[in-house]
């Protein structure tokens, strides 16, 4: 039988997500919590188990630190908890390991912890996340009848593995470009996008009110995306984790449309926990670690994802097209219409 492993982290609540893994946390204050799960172990927490066949399985391993908490402590100690869920992986007989939410951005997308486990690969799930983005932009284009060789798209936290790649596929079409970073990114930004001139770099957060479409791609634990820096019927596809638009948009600017990002339906997988999603539905960068192990690929998935990786793991999502399914018909949980409009 196959084998994999994912690893989360608790995203925002300590007291919400950890209080999915012990009970007993969702009655202790939140600054307690946030102190003493340092302590803690990598924990085993759930099996993942594929319905129709039992010819793979996987485990949700949690590493105890939330999201500020990966991007404050010292790496030192990070990278010894990460390392402790490795070895408790490979114990399970796992070959492969996935990175979810913070934990691929902290680690240079998985770079950092290849080869520190022996026998153990890697996949850091970001050329699948860049391939659905790329087909969700499509979908939404099409339902909400966009030009977009007459509009703006733009890519909040361009300077990422995931913001750098999104761009590239879309240089292809012509696609009048927005790319923002923080000041740091920029010339660096500069520099790999001077072949394409229909775009704009900056570190203004407020020039994606010029976009009719906004990908955020950031690696952050805070709200950036506010209701006043949109353009009238906006829409954002947001597949950052912990989530970087603010929640006040649907009640400011009921014009703009947040979709969130990312999602995959996957009604034969049952995950045996609370994922942070509806039943049978995944991100991703969990769908492209199972992908990798139903095909047995024993390499490294690691770093900004190359443009041939991106459309193979798109073709292989393809191919798998009974098992997932790009759903870009939710809102902060909530269903949306096939016209991308709250279900009233």
Known sequence: MKKFAFLIHPRVSMKEDMGKVFPLFRCLP??????????????????????PQRKLM?????????????????????FKKLIQAFHKAKKLGVEIIGLGELIASITKGGEELT???????????KALTVGLTLKAIEQIAKLKKINLSTEKIAIVGAGGSIGRSIPLFLCEKNISLILIEKPK?????????????NKLITDDISAIKEAKIVVVATASTEEIIKPNFLKEKAIIYDITQPRNTSPDILKERKDVTVIDGGIVDTPMFDYGMDIGLKNSQAYACLIETIICSLENLKENFVGYPKPETVKRMLSLFEKYQKYFKLNIFQSFGKPLSEKLEFII
């Open 30 to 51: 939140e600054k307690l919590l946030r102190k003493l799960i340092v302590f803690l172990p990598p924990i085993v927490r759930s099996k993942v188990i594929f319905l």
């Open 58 to 78: 996987g485990w949700i391993i949690v590493i105890p630190l939330t999201g500020d908490q990966l991007l404050s402590l010292p790496r030192s100690f990070i």
């Open 115 to 125: 080869g520190k486990v022996e026998g153990v690969f890697i996949d850091n799930g």
């Open 185 to 197: 990114k920029v010339i660096e930004l500069e520099k790999d996008f001077s072949f394409y001139k």
